[in-house]
T-cell receptor, first 112, second 116 residues
């Protein structure tokens, strides 16, 4: 089993729709979790951290389910500019980035 | 200008050649990293450095070496390139993690290397 697993997609979603995708992780001792966004042929950029209580940033909501070992990302009222690959990132530590595990990404395309 | 700059952005080379990828940053971060990205695989850590006197191997360091010339500069070398080192390489920096443990990574724009 991969340490971090994501559905590669592609998810083709009409503009304005709501889309959600999950990421599962195998290390139950994982401490911190993130979603990074990567546009085609560009560098990854932090979208949001995922906190135990769940967190929201505008149209984006991230949730953590420790019991089932997954994190989720919900995008409401999707925009064309949301088209990208979303990388799930899991950290077994709270003290550095040396052990980060990156998922392979979920590709999202928003259709006009 | 980008805060994390990589050169070259694209390079095609032949098996056995020595290649250096350079990274410089203006973010003032002590921590710097080199990753590679391959289709169907997540980003994997090659080397990382916490300061100019601290170099550490990552998950896939074989066939690579690094040099931290200054706080702002971190270079990755392939002494004798081979085709399976064809990949997209990213340099990244981070500050010391805050109490939330985020320590956001800031990536360069990437260096696409093709080894024939």
């Amino acid at each position: 089993r991969k340490e971090v697993e994501q559905d590669p997609g592609p998810f083709n979603v009409p503009e304005g729709a709501t889309v959600a995708f999950n990421c599962t992780y195998s290390n139950s001792a994982s401490q911190s979790f993130f979603w990074y966004r990567q546009d085609c042929r560009k560098e990854p950029k932090l979208l949001m951290s995922v906190y135990s209580s769940g967190n929201e940033d505008g149209r984006f909501t991230a949730q953590l389910n420790r019991a089932s070992q997954y994190i989720s990302l919900l995008i409401r009222d999707s925009k064309l500019s949301d088209s990208a690959t979303y990388l799930c990132v899991v950290n077994p530590s709270n003290f550095g980035n040396e052990k980060l595990t990156f998922g392979t990404g979920t590709r999202l395309t928003i259709i006009p | 200008d980008a805060d994390v700059t990589q050169t070259p952005r694209n390079r095609i080379t032949k098996t056995g050649k020595r290649i250096m990828l350079e990274c410089s940053q203006t973010k003032g971060h002590d921590r710097m990293y080199w990753y590679r990205q391959d289709p169907g695989l997540g980003l994997r850590l090659i080397y990382y450095s916490f300061d100019v006197k601290d170099i550490n191997k990552g998950e896939i360091s074989d066939g690579y070496s690094v040099s931290r010339q200054a706080q702002a500069k971190f270079s990755l070398s392939l002494e004798s390139a081979i085709p399976n080192q064809t990949a997209l390489y990213f340099c990244a920096t981070s500050d010391y993690p805050d109490r939330e443990g985020t320590g956001e990574l800031f990536f360069g724009e990437g260096s696409r290397l093709t080894v024939l």
